[in-house]
């Protein structure tokens, strides 16, 4: 009974304190637990902004430009995806030389007792998708000939707008659209989308046209 008492306060008295007590340690655990969660956001920011600045000028070095680096985490391992660009595209080649400069940068921050990772990691370096939305010049000047879609912002409100990218400057992009060429800055453009087409038989070349014809014979035999 003794114990029961502790502290000579009674039970009751006691438990009731105990009841509010949780309500401010939970608030006090809430509090503690976003203020881990923001300075681990800040951490993970400050890490990618790192990492950005040791490999972007290796990608350049090589030629190319990086579009987008991606950071996540499975357990104690990070994964680090470098997404890279470049004129006239990326071969297999490109990405095999931009991973092996990339990581030979990373290890060598890593040697000189930059911490950049907690535990190991993982690197993935690929080249942008067709779906991948158009947003710097390079991205529309890349792009010349293909059949985009995108937002037009104007006084009168937005629009859509589809046609096919005919020129690209470093402020403007010119798409013929139906016939018309319509020049459009890019302050006043959203980002683009390029469009899957699926070659017309009036587009195939009379060469391939008799390929074609040879095969379904040769399949008929």
Same mark, same amino acid.
């Given at each position: 009974?003794?114990?029961?008492?502790?502290?000579?306060?009674?039970?009751?008295?006691?438990?009731?304190?105990?009841?509010?007590?949780?309500?401010?340690?939970? /608030?006090?655990?809430?509090?503690?637990?976003?203020?881990?969660?923001?300075?681990?956001?800040?951490?993970?920011?400050?890490?990618?902004?790192?990492?950005?600045?040791?490999?972007?000028? %290796?990608?350049?070095?090589?030629?190319?430009? +990086?579009?987008?680096?991606?950071?996540?985490?499975?357990?104690?391992?990070?994964?680090?995806?470098?997404?890279?660009?470049?004129?006239?595209?990326?071969?297999?080649?490109?990405?095999?030389?931009?991973?092996?400069?990339?990581?030979? $940068? =990373?290890? $060598?921050?890593?040697?000189?007792?930059?911490? =950049?990772?907690?535990?190991?990691?993982? +690197?993935?370096? /690929?080249?942008?998708?067709?779906?991948?939305?158009?947003?710097?010049?390079?991205?529309?000047?890349?792009?010349?000939?293909? =059949?985009?879609? %995108?937002?037009?912002?104007?006084?009168?409100?937005?629009?859509? +707008?589809?046609?096919?990218?005919?020129?690209?400057?470093?402020?403007?992009?010119?798409?013929?659209?139906?016939?018309?060429?319509?020049?459009?800055?890019?302050?006043?453009?959203?980002?683009?989308?390029?469009?899957? *087409?699926?070659?017309?038989?009036?587009?195939?070349?009379?060469?391939? =046209? *008799?390929?074609?014809?040879?095969? *379904?014979? /040769?399949?008929?035999?």
């Amino acid at each position: 009974m003794s114990r029961g008492r502790a502290g000579g306060h009674p039970v009751g008295s006691r438990s009731g304190r105990s009841g509010a007590a949780p309500g401010r340690t939970a /608030g006090a655990r809430g509090e503690t637990a976003a203020r881990v969660r923001s300075q681990r956001v800040g951490t993970e920011a400050a890490r990618r902004d790192r990492l950005r600045a040791i490999i972007e000028p %290796v990608i350049a070095g090589a030629g190319c430009d +990086l579009e987008d680096l991606a950071l996540s985490r499975a357990g104690r391992r990070h994964l680090l995806r470098v997404t890279i660009d470049a004129d006239g595209g990326v071969s297999l080649d490109d990405v095999a030389t931009v991973s092996r400069a990339v990581s030979a $940068a =990373l290890d $060598a921050a890593e040697e000189a007792g930059e911490p =950049l990772f907690d535990g190991e990691y993982s +690197l993935e370096v /690929g080249s942008p998708g067709v779906d991948r939305p158009l947003r710097l010049p390079r991205h529309w000047q890349r792009s010349v000939g293909r =059949l985009v879609r %995108v937002a037009h912002r104007t006084a009168d409100g937005e629009r859509q +707008l589809t046609g096919r990218v005919v020129e690209a400057t470093a402020h403007a992009v010119v798409l013929d659209i139906a016939g018309e060429r319509v020049a459009c800055g890019y302050e006043a453009l959203g980002p683009g989308r390029v469009q899957v *087409e699926f070659q017309r038989l009036d587009e195939v070349a009379d060469g391939d =046209l *008799e390929e074609i014809a040879d095969d *379904e014979e /040769g399949d008929q035999r």
